[in-house]
Each structure stands twice: as structure tokens, then as C-alpha cells.
């Protein structure tokens, strides 16, 4: 790996870490266990490794973000996790949060991808 | 199926006693799911390749391990910059005392000391000091993370600041003078303090100043006057004056430039060495080490000689003071024109 690539790398990771705890909390709007949830958000087109995603939600819980029960389901006893109370605030603000980053990055990617319609135009 | 236990066995070596089973148990279900899953598409069981490659991206147990353990630092990011700053304070003045003791207390407590000897237990001494210092930081990170109402974090460098409290501009810094680097100001201490020692070498060793005309001196009917002895302790005191206060400039972060002042107050007090000489009592420099025998030989070549350090001094003396003065009037002009822009 080059010193760019390792750079991009860790940035990439660190761009990630904060909208993976976003979606998680978002998804865990309705109880999912630890591979029903990585199912679901796989199908949305975030991709999270099982190694990141189930101490996550231990993270999670252990803040008092999601609560936990273990549950028997075709026939194998599962641990199914959702928001807690103060997880529904948080994802609220969370969200509130996200929506203006989302916004301002937008209105600063608007000229330049308006100079890049403009250069494509010319072609 | 073994290999799922084995690998989940493997995982639980590395995970904490109180949560192993509860940890293993929600792994296990999530993996096997995956498994129930993925054989469903595949409308048949998993080989043992497929497993493997399974059991590969989910990553080596004492990864998966560690990533149920919670972030932990030795020194967090809110008290590394307070760490680094005293850990480099703390070295700084280990290495000026243990300097001081090693070269000058004690060989002159015990004759016996070797400088050079005593000087090789700076290493060890400097790595015993930042060893505690990270000991203790170590410790009270731990006891800020784990007991946050014992033991509240330390606010001092990063939130309990007021931007009045900032310093104010250098004046050389307005003068836009190259800044000297922290390596440069390291630098200066350390040949400063080896030039120490080695000044310090100089009685015992005096081939190290006058190279092979140390033998000569041996051997000739002259020796030096006690006045060298006075004049000798004040470039040794002096010296390390100098040294003590660039590491109190590196230690308060002021070595980027150099300041004026300081500048004129080494050249003041280093006319006192010159002045020791040119007042030393008859102005004699170099005595006959038999009078009695020699006197008549060499009394008018120690004569000549005694004229001529006592001049070779004097025109040294006036060369500094020349210096000293026009250091001053530079100062005084520049402060005469700041007091002017200012008002």
C-alpha cells in the first residue's frame, strides 16, 4: 500500500466510523439481531464487517443507546437490540446534525460541479 | 462445525472472564445464522474452503477479540500535549542537574570520580526520569477514564485558557528574523554542556588544550599564576549560567529566537573573567617555578610575558566593552523608536 493509498485508507475509515454509528442507530429504529442487521444494511448498500458491527452494538449498548434481549428464534436463542429512549434523542440530534454537514457540503460542491458540467459542455 | 468452535474458542481466550460467555453465545448465534444462511443460497452445505474463507474475513480471533475491548490509551489525546510538555521539562532539568552533580559536585566531593565516568550516567538517569513521568501520567489517565468523578480530567492546557492570556508578540518575531528550530536550541545545550565537560577536562588533561605542548610545559621552568585558577571557575560558572538559562528559554518555549537582552547579558558578564586577569595583583600571569635558580635566566622573559597577556587582555577588554556599548545603543535606539510608533 502506498503512503497515498494508507492516507485515503485512513481517512476513508474515519469518514465511516461516525455514519456506520448513524446507520446502525437509524436501523435499530426496529429490533434486529447482530446478522439481520448487517443483512439489512448490506441490502441499503452500506457493507459493515461482522468484527466491526458486533462490538458496535455492545458499544452502543453499554452507552445506553440501544437495549438488548435474548430471545429464542427458529429455535436458536438470539440477542435482538433496538433503541433506547435516550437513543431516540440522540438519533434525532444525530440526524439533525447530519442533514446540516450534508447540506453545507453540497452548497460547497455546487460550483464545482458546476464548472465541471460547464467544462464537459465545451467538450 | 469444529472449526466454528475452534475459531470461537480461539476468540474467548482473548476476551474478559466476566463477559466471555455472553460475547461467544451472541457470536455464535450471528455466525451460525450466517452459515444457515448462506447454505440456503447455495442450496447445499458450506465445503471446508468456503468455511475457511468465512471464518478468514470475519479475522483473526485476537482481532475480533480486541475489538469487544473497550479504546483504550496509555496517554489519551486530551493529555498527551500536557504529558509531552512536562516529560520534555523533566528532561531537560534532569539532564542540568545530573550535568552539574556528574561534572563538577562530585569530583569535587571525591577526587576519585572520574568526570568522564560520572558523565556516563546521564543516559540511564534521563530514561528513569521520562520512565516516571510517563508512569504517572500513565496512571492518572487511567484513574481519569475509569473514575471520571474521583478524578476529573485535567482541563489545564486545552480548555481553561483565555485568549488574553496568550503571550505577547516577540519582538523578534516583528523584526521577521528565521526562527531557530527546536533541534537547532537541543543542539546548542548539548555542545554547550559537552564543551562543559570538556573545559572541565582541561586541569586533569591539559594535552587537551595545548596538545603536545603540554609536555613542554612540564618540563619548562615556567607555571601559570593562581589568577588562571579564579579566571579558569568563572568561564566554568559562566558557561554554565549560559547553559541553565537556554534550558530555561527551551523549557518556556522561547527558543525561536534569540533574545536580545540575554544576548547582552552573557557578553556583559563575560567581560568579568577579563576583568579577573587585568586586575590580578601585579598583573602576573606566568611565575618562574624555581625564582631562586631561574631568576636571572628567565626573570626578563617572564617579565615580556606578563606585558604582553596584560596588553593581549586589554585590547580584548576594550573590544567587548566597544561591543557591549554599541549592543546597548542598538537596544536602547530600538526601544526609543517602539515607544515612538506606539504612541
Redesign the interface.
Known sequence: MTVAENLFENLRLELRRGCLTLAVLAQLRQEHYGYTLRKDLAERGLEIDESTLYPLLRRLESQGLLVSQWREEEKRNKRFYRLSAEGEQILVRLLSEWNVINASISRILEPLDADDNKGQARK | MELLDRYLQAIRRYLPNRRQDD?I???R??????IE?REGELGRPLTEGEFEDLLR???PPV??AS??Q?QQYLIGPNLFPLYFYVLRVAMLWAFIVTVLVSAVVLPLINQSIHVVDSLSHIPGVLIQVAGWVTIVFAAIEYASTRYPQICPPLEGITRKWHPNSLPELDEETVRAGKPRSFAMAVAEIVFGSLFLGWLLLVPQYPFLIMGPGAAFVKVSPFELAPVWWTFFWWVVGLNMFQIAWKCVDLARGKWRFRNRIQHVAFKAVGLIPILVLLTARDQIYVLLKNPGANQLKYGQNVAQMNNGIHLAFTVICAIVVIQLAWDLWVMARDGYRRRGLAS
Open positions: 460475547i453465545a451472541e457470536l448465534a450471528n455466525m451460525e445464522s450466517q444462511d474475513k470475519m479475522g482481532v475480533v475489538r469487544y473497550p
